[in-house]
C-alpha cells in the first residue's frame, strides 16, 4: 500500500500547485443512485461517485459507453475489439460480473453470462450516467461488489416548444452515424423520444494471420419517456427502449467470421405519490430482455440464448426531522431463461427488504447507514450492510470512510448449464473498507480514496474426481487501491487528472487477477475559443495478465485522443474527432486488436 500512496501524494500536490482560478464545472448536487434516492453529494454521500451527463457525452464525443467509462476512476474496461464486440467492465479490481447495472432502476443485463452489454447500449438514448464505486449490496442486493451503474434515458424538456436534435457523421471504418430526438412538455405531461443508428464494417480484431477477416457492427435502437403529474402531487413515468443488430465477431478458437444478431430491451413504469407531508413512496415495475442469436460462418443457425428479467421495487422515503431521513423499501426480480441450451433450472426469484438511515450530528457530521435481507431461490437467504461517516471541515476538506459487504449470486451458467453447472455453489461474498480526503476549493476540488476489499469464495473452474471441470467456491481475493482525481481551471484552460493504482491479488497463490491494469492515468484538457472548442485526452495504462497464472502479459499502453467542435450560430456544430493520434498498436485482450488512428466527423443541429 504504501508504494501506491507516495505516488498519490504526489500527484495531489503537484496539481493543487497549478490551480489559480474559479472551477467552472462543478460535480452534479444531486446523486440518485448512492442512496436510491436524491441525496447531496457533499452531505450525504461516504460513497464515490462519478456522474457524467449529456454535456459531458457530446463535449467528449465519445460513441459508445465503453469509450465513456474508460478513464474514470476506480473503473477499468477491456474489449475484444471495435464497436460491438465484448466489453469487460472491472470496478476497484473485482470481477467484471461484480458489476451491477441499471437502466432507469430496472435491473438489466444476461442471466447466464452475469455481465450487461454495455457495447450495444446507445448513446443517443442516454441523458445521465451515475457511476458508484464501493460495496452496494446492502441497498441493491446481488452483484454489487465492485459498485453500480446506472444509466438514465433522455427525459422531457421544460418548454411546450418542442426541442429538436439531429446528428449525422461518419468516419474511419466506414463508420456512420444518425441520431434524432424530439422532447418537451404540454401542461402537466412530458415526453422525449428518440431514435438513432450506428454502423461499421469494422476491422479485424483478432491478430492471428489466418484471421484477418472485417468484423463489422450495426445497432439500430428507438427510445421514449413520457410521464404526467396530477393536481393532487402523484406522477406517473413510462421508459423504453429498445437495441438491436448485428455484430460480427472472431470467436477465441474459430478461424472464420461469426456473427450474432442481439437484441437489448428495458420497459419500464413508475408512479410516485406523497402519501402524507413527510412521506413520499415510488413504486416501480419493469421488464429486461438481453437476446442473442448465433450463427455460423455459413449463415446456419447455432445458438439462442434470451434472458428476461421482470422487476417490482418498493420504496419510500420518511423525513423524520431536517437531519434525519429513513428510506425504506422491497424488491422483487424474476429471471427466466429462454435457449437453444437445456439449462437443468430455466427461472428463479430473489425478493429483497432493505432499510437505510441519514442522519446530520453537530452540523457537519453525516452517517447513513443501511442493511438488507435477500431470499434467493437458488442458495437461500443473506444479509448486507453498510456504514459510512463524513465530516466536512469549514475549510472545504471533508473526511470520509465506510463499510459494507456483499454478494455476487452464481450465473445461471454456473449453476445449471448441461454436464458443466454446480447447483451446490454458494454465493461469492466480500468485505470492504474506504477511507479517503475531498476538498472542494475556490481553485477547483480533488479527492483521494484508499480502499482493501477482500473476496471470499470466488468461484471458479477447476476438475472434479472423475476429471470433469464444474464451477467451484475455491478462490479468495485482496485488492488494494488508490483512486485521486483532481479538477480545475486555469485562464479558460479546464484539466482533469485522473489515476487508479490498484493491487487485485489471489490470496491462493499470489498472483494478480487476471485482465486488470495495475496503473491508469488519465488526463482531459478542454478549452473554447469565441466559436471554438478544442478538447484533449491521454490516457496510460500499465500492463495486465491474459491468465489466473500470469504466464501470458498483455503490454501497457499510452493513447491520445483529439477532439473539436465548431459553432456556426447557436443551432448548428460541427464536431470532429481523432482517436489514438500516435497510431499506437495495443490490446487490452491478448490477440485482440483496438483501433488504430482513426477520425469522426459529425454534424450536429439543434433548436
Known amino acids: 500500500m504504501q508504494k501506491i500512496l507516495f505516488p498519490t501524494l504526489l500527484l495531489v500536490s503537484f496539481s493543487s500547485l497549478h490551480a489559480q482560478d474559479q472551477l467552472s464545472e462543478n460535480l452534479p448536487e444531486m446523486v440518485v443512485t448512492a442512496t436510491r434516492a436524491g441525496s447531496e453529494a457533499k452531505n450525504t454521500l461516504s460513497s464515490a461517485a462519478t456522474i457524467y451527463n449529456r454535456e459531458d457525452i457530446d463535449r467528449l464525443q465519445v460513441r459508445t459507453l465503453p469509450e465513456l467509462l474508460r478513464g474514470t476512476a476506480g473503473v477499468d474496461v477491456t474489449q475484444n475489439g471495435g464497436y460491438g464486440k465484448s466489453s469487460s467492465v472491472f470496478m476497484r479490481g473485482t470481477n467484471s460480473d461484480h458489476v451491477l447495472v441499471l437502466i432507469d432502476g430496472i435491473k438489466m443485463g444476461s442471466v447466464t453470462l452475469g455481465t450487461s452489454a454495455f457495447e450495444n447500449i446507445p448513446m443517443e438514448s442516454i441523458e445521465r450516467v ?25 427525459k422531457g424538456g421544460d ?53 484477418q477477416d472485417k468484423d463489422g457492427y450495426q445497432n439500430t435502437a428507438v427510445n421514449a419517456r413520457a410521464g404526467y403529474k396530477f393536481d393532487n402531487n402523484v406522477d406517473v413515468e413510462a421508459t423504453f427502449m429498445r437495441a438491436q443488430g448485428t455484430n460480427q465477431f472472431d470467436g477465441f478458437n474459430m478461424k472464420s467470421e461469426n456473427n450474432n444478431e442481439f437484441v437489448n430491451q428495458v420497459i419500464s413504469l413508475a408512479g410516485n405519490v406523497d402519501v402524507v407531508k413527510n412521506w413520499r413512496s415510488t413504486l416501480r415495475l419493469g421488464q429486461t430482455n438481453d437476446e442473442s442469436r448465433n450463427f455460423l460462418p455459413n449463415g446456419a443457425f447455432s445458438s439462442l440464448f434470451e434472458s428476461m428479467r421482470w422487476n417490482a421495487s418498493w420504496l419510500n422515503q420518511f423525513s423524520i426531522s431536517d437531519n434525519h431521513q429513513i428510506v425504506a423499501g422491497s424488491d422483487y426480480r424474476f429471471d427466466e431463461v429462454n435457449s437453444t441450451s437445456g439449462y437443468q433450472q430455466k427461472s428463479r426469484y430473489d425478493v429483497g427488504v432493505f432499510g437505510e438511515l441519514h442522519s446530520r450530528f453537530f452540523d457537519n457530521h453525516f452517517v447513513n447507514a443501511s442493511v438488507r435481507w435477500d431470499q434467493n431461490q437458488a442458495f437461500g437467504d443473506y444479509v448486507t450492510g453498510s456504514v459510512g461517516w463524513r465530516f466536512n471541515w469549514q475549510h472545504g476538506i471533508s473526511v470520509l470512510a465506510n463499510f459494507g459487504n456483499a454478494f455476487k449470486s452464481p450465473t445461471f451458467n454456473q449453476l445449471y448449464f448441461p454436464n458443466a453447472g454446480n447447483p451446490n455453489l454458494s454465493p461469492e461474498e466480500s468485505k470492504s473498507y474506504e477511507a479517503g480526503l475531498v476538498g472542494d476549493h475556490d481553485w477547483g476540488q480533488w479527492e483521494l480514496r484508499a480502499y482493501h476489499i477482500d473476496v471470499d469464495n470466488l468461484i471458479n473452474w477447476v476438475p472434479d474426481a472423475t476429471g470433469n471441470w464444474l464451477p ?72 495486465r495478465f491474459a491468465d489466473a497464472a500470469n504466464k501470458t502479459s498483455v503490454d501497457g499502453f499510452v493513447t491520445v485522443d483529439l477532439r473539436s467542435a465548431y459553432h456556426f450560430n447557436k443551432n448548428w456544430m460541427l464536431s470532429a474527432k481523432l482517436n489514438n493520434l500516435l497510431d499506437k498498436n495495443y490490446q487490452t485482450v491478448n490477440t485482440y486488436n483496438m483501433s488504430d488512428r482513426n477520425f469522426f466527423i459529425s454534424i450536429h443541429y439543434n433548436n
Not at 457523421?169 to 402537466?188: I, P, Q
Not at 443508428?197 to 483478432?206: E, T, V
Open 159 to 211: 418548454s411546450e416548444t418542442p426541442k429538436i436534435t439531429l446528428d449525422a457523421g461518419g468516419g474511419s471504418y466506414y463508420t456512420h452515424r444518425t441520431a434524432g430526438t424530439a422532447s418537451g412538455k404540454y401542461k402537466n405531461a412530458w415526453y422525449s423520444v428518440g431514435a438513432s443508428h450506428l454502423g461499421s464494417d469494422g476491422f479485424s480484431a483478432r491478430t492471428l494471420p489466418y484471421d
Open 472 to 543: 467451484q467456491n475455491v478462490d479468495k481475493a485482496q485488492i488494494e487501491g488508490i483512486e485521486a482525481e483532481i479538477g480545475t481551471e486555469i485562464h479558460g484552460f479546464r484539466p482533469k487528472l485522473t489515476m487508479n493504482l490498484l493491487n487485485p491479488e489471489n490470496k491462493q497463490n499470489g498472483n494478480r487477477l487476471p485482465s486488470r491494469a495495475d496503473k491508469t492515468l488519465a488526463f482531459d484538457l478542454s478549452k473554447s475559443f469565441a466559436n471554438v472548442d478544442l478538447g484533449a485526452a491521454v490516457m496510460a495504462q500499465g500492463n
Open 130 to 154: 451515475e457511476i458508484i464505486r464501493g460495496s452496494q449490496s446492502s441497498l441493491y442486493g446481488s452483484e454489487a461488489i465492485g459498485g453500480v451503474i446506472q444509466i438514465f434515458t433522455r
